[in-house]
């Protein structure tokens, strides 16, 4: 119990739940006090998934990145587990949302969405470093709110694939990408983790 204690403070966990948590239920509560409907819109939805994977960036990798290659702990079931734990720890305010009067919704495309980016972010972290990782979810999910605002709509799987976070829970193309980002970073950075920094880079916090 005090190394799993050690191991979540080293990689600022406790802060990283917290900054998610406050900001569920900051939305939650100024859209319960000015909004009319009793759901949220789902583009503040998704934005506010994509802020909660960007909190998990700093959890990806310890202070000492040698440490995390040693073989004196089973690294790889650990990050299996980490990565499978934050979605876990995402979803929980979410869902909790349905019985407030601010709900965020539909469930279905919450959690396809939040396992989509949260894979995003676990490869962006294994390809340039858990501290850049928020960049490609923000980077992915900005044009497509883009596209979906200005009325933009197509039959072909690829524009709905590549627009896969706001389309329909029932779209095919959509949920082959999310499923495909989730499996792909889930079993990237269980396998390789995060590369080393350079001397230059600071360590999180």
């Keep these: 119990m005090r190394w799993t204690w050690l191991y979540l403070r080293s990689r600022g966990v406790p802060a990283s739940a917290g900054t998610g948590v406050g900001l569920v239920v900051t939305v939650c509560a100024l859209w319960s006090a000015f909004a009319r409907p009793r759901d949220v819109d789902f583009p503040l939805v998704l934005l506010v998934v994509v802020l909660l994977v960007s909190a998990v960036c ?3 990798a310890g202070p000492d990145d040698a440490l995390d290659r040693t073989a004196a702990k089973p690294w790889k079931p650990l990050r299996l587990v980490h990565l499978l734990s934050a979605y876990a720890v995402m979803m929980a305010p979410l869902l909790l949302t349905r019985v407030t009067a601010g709900r965020f919704g539909p469930v279905a495309e919450v959690a396809r969405d939040a396992g989509g980016l949260l894979g995003l972010t676990a490869l962006g972290a294994v390809l340039i470093g858990a501290h850049r990782a928020w960049l490609p979810p923000l980077l992915w999910t900005l044009p497509a709110l883009y596209f979906s605002a200005s009325g933009g709509s197509s039959e072909r799987a690829a524009t ?11 779209d095919r193309p959509a949920a082959i990408m999310a499923a495909a980002l989730a499996v792909a970073g889930l079993v990237a950075y269980a396998l390789r983790g995060t590369p080393l ?3 230059s880079d600071p360590a999180p916090a």
């Design 58 to 60: 700093a959890t990806l």
């Design 160 to 170: 709905r694939a590549l627009t896969w976070m706001v389309q329909p829970i029932g």
């Design 197 to 199: 920094r350079p001397a």
